[in-house]
């Protein structure tokens, strides 16, 4: 199978474009892009029956590393111009429907992986791809409202101040259970009364709560749609 030759991945159109003109055209290119990346995820997870058909045999799949680098960015495509793909299959699972949940994670991420790689007994399953998806998501957003800049520097050192945190009353700040040093992931774990558990760090939701245009109603929606991933 032969493929076209990309000129990039996402994070190198982002460097590329590090102020996009906020129009209205743009936002609906955007919309479509991420569009086409969910679909395409979709495809990898598969489609589950409903009813009484059982989905026992039918085959799905876990991406397992979706993030900038590996969208696929082509300047020139029959689709149109600057289009995504999908890429980077190499941590990719497929499985019976009925073992999808496990918890082999050969690989991972550090900033965008999800809360279930770190808090005990959690299986990994389709919903980690869901995770990171939202966190590409609100990258995407966030470099066409504030720019390259505040995604590479700002918003992702904001996340990593976060890790610094000192721990407060009863709640118990836990650190990185995989790295050494501060982390820009978009979530802390932590300790209340012996029980631990995962929260948004406060950064996340400050971005994720940034007002849009006011002339654009697509990127309204786009925002509501982000408040879900939620």
Same mark, same amino acid.
């Given at each position: 199978?032969?493929?076209?030759?990309?000129?990039?991945?996402?994070?190198?159109?982002?460097?590329?474009?590090?102020?996009?003109?906020?129009?209205?055209?743009?936002? $609906?290119?955007?919309?479509?892009?991420?569009?086409?990346?969910?679909?395409?995820?979709?495809?990898?997870?598969?489609?589950?029956?409903?009813?009484?058909?059982?989905?026992?045999?039918?085959?799905?799949?876990?991406?397992?590393?979706?993030?900038?680098?590996?969208?696929?960015?082509?300047?020139?495509?029959?689709?149109?111009?600057?289009?995504?793909?999908?890429?980077?299959?190499?941590?990719? @699972?497929?499985?019976?429907?009925?073992?999808?949940?496990?918890?082999?994670?050969?690989?991972?991420?550090?900033?965008? @992986?999800?809360?279930? $790689?770190?808090?005990?007994?959690?299986?990994?399953?389709?919903?980690?791809?869901?995770?990171?998806?939202? $966190?590409?998501?609100?990258?995407?957003?966030?470099?066409?409202?504030?720019?390259?800049?505040?995604?590479?520097?700002?918003?992702?050192?904001?996340?990593?101040?976060?890790?610094?945190?000192?721990?407060?009353?009863?709640?118990?700040?836990?650190?990185?259970?995989?790295?050494?040093?501060?982390?820009?992931?978009?979530?802390? $774990?932590?300790?209340?009364?012996?029980?631990?558990?995962?929260?948004?760090?406060?950064?996340?939701?400050?971005?994720?709560?940034?007002?849009?245009?006011?002339?654009?109603?697509?990127?309204?929606?786009?925002?509501?749609?982000?408040?879900?991933?939620?």
């Amino acid at each position: 199978m032969l493929f076209s030759w990309a000129n990039g991945n996402l994070r190198d159109f982002w460097q590329k474009t590090p102020s996009p003109e906020r129009t209205e055209e743009r936002v $609906c290119w955007m919309l479509e892009q991420l569009h086409g990346i969910a679909d395409g995820l979709r495809a990898i997870h598969g489609n589950i029956p409903k009813g009484d058909r059982s989905p026992n045999d039918r085959n799905t799949g876990r991406h397992g590393d979706i993030k900038p680098e590996n969208i696929l960015w082509f300047e020139s495509h029959d689709s149109g111009k600057d289009h995504l793909l999908i890429s980077d299959f190499g941590l990719s @699972r497929f499985h019976r429907y009925k073992s999808m949940s496990e918890k082999y994670l050969p690989g991972f991420s550090p900033s965008y @992986r999800p809360p279930d $790689c770190d808090l005990p007994g959690v299986n990994i399953s389709v919903k980690y791809d869901i995770w990171t998806l939202g $966190c590409l998501f609100l990258d995407f957003l966030t470099w066409y409202l504030l720019g390259f800049n505040a995604v590479e520097t700002e918003f992702s050192g904001a996340r990593v101040a976060e890790e610094s945190m000192q721990n407060t009353g009863s709640q118990h700040i836990s650190p990185d259970k995989f790295f050494k040093y501060p982390v820009d992931k978009f979530f802390i $774990c932590y300790y209340v009364r012996g029980k631990e558990g995962a929260k948004l760090k406060q950064s996340v939701v400050n971005v994720s709560s940034l007002k849009p245009m006011p002339t654009s109603g697509h990127l309204k929606a786009s925002m509501r749609v982000l408040r879900d991933f939620r």
